[in-house]
């Protein structure tokens, strides 16, 4: 495991270095910040004092190699907007991203695990069309039609459920819903074709010839072997909500790290986007991994490859 483990984080190293540097360079592209930090009517003198102090008066390449010293240093320098520590931006907003994404695949895989399973238990039953007809329609369902009407139906029009914030339960309810109608029906239509071929398996047919109990059966032989290709599913739809985030996180408010990371393009803040970016990248980086070792863990051919 010490081998396998070794061998993602080295394969790892090189993406995260090209996203560093892509950051870093599309940054600058965006735009002079004195056009934002300055008045109009700023002279010369200001604008190369503003280029100096912030270190923008030096080539593009010695700009790159301090921020790269930098990063060794874990100092991602500091916001142009508040002059306060970048990293520090960062983290006040990413626990909130974390906790809208967690809750909303924590809702996903537990409603998908038990009408999947309910789904396969009894093939073209009532139950299953039901599903298959939700899940497919929850997969096709772009995100952005759905925020955007759930804001003008839920929000606008019933006055239900408030457009933006996080005071209160309601306010988690057409974040989350918005998150989760893809996850949970790609996870639906995962759980149960997985279930239906572990339910006619053979180990569960031996399981129930030896007198195990229906519940053994599901739960103990089937949904285990079941949950393999589940997880890897689940692991990179966690992956692509952490990004959807950044859409949601705008409609609705949510002061998260993507809302963050759309603020600083707009107010070019580099050091706060950058350091946004990176600490996202390096925590999908980290889900991966934890994805691949539950995925040896719970499959023994994995296992056995890593040992080979």
Known sequence: MFAFLRRRILSSALPLLAVI???????????????????????????????????????????????LTQIVRLDFGESLRTAQPAAQAVLQAFPATLQLAGTTMLIAITAAVVIGSLAAYRPNSLADRVASLLSSASASVPDFWFAIMGVLVFAVTLNWLPTSGTEGMGAWILPIAT????????????????????LSAPYTKLARSKGADEKRVIFGHALRNAAAPALTVAGDLTVSLVNGAVVVETIFGWPGVGKLMIDSILERDFAVLQAAVLLTAVTIFVLNILI?????????????????
């Open 21 to 67: 540097l892509g950051v870093f360079f599309l940054a600058r592209l965006t735009g002079d910040p004195s056009n934002l930090y300055l008045p109009l009517s700023a002279t010369p003198e200001m604008r190369a004092e503003f280029a100096a102090r912030n270190g923008f008066d030096q080539p593009v390449i010695v700009q790159l190699i301090d921020y």
């Open 179 to 198: 998150l989760l109608i893809r996850p949970f029906g790609v996870l639906v239509q995962v759980v149960r074709g997985s279930m239906v071929s572990a």
């Open 292 to 308: 691949d070792v539950c995925y040896a863990l719970l499959d023994a051919r994995v296992r056995q490859g890593v040992k080979a």
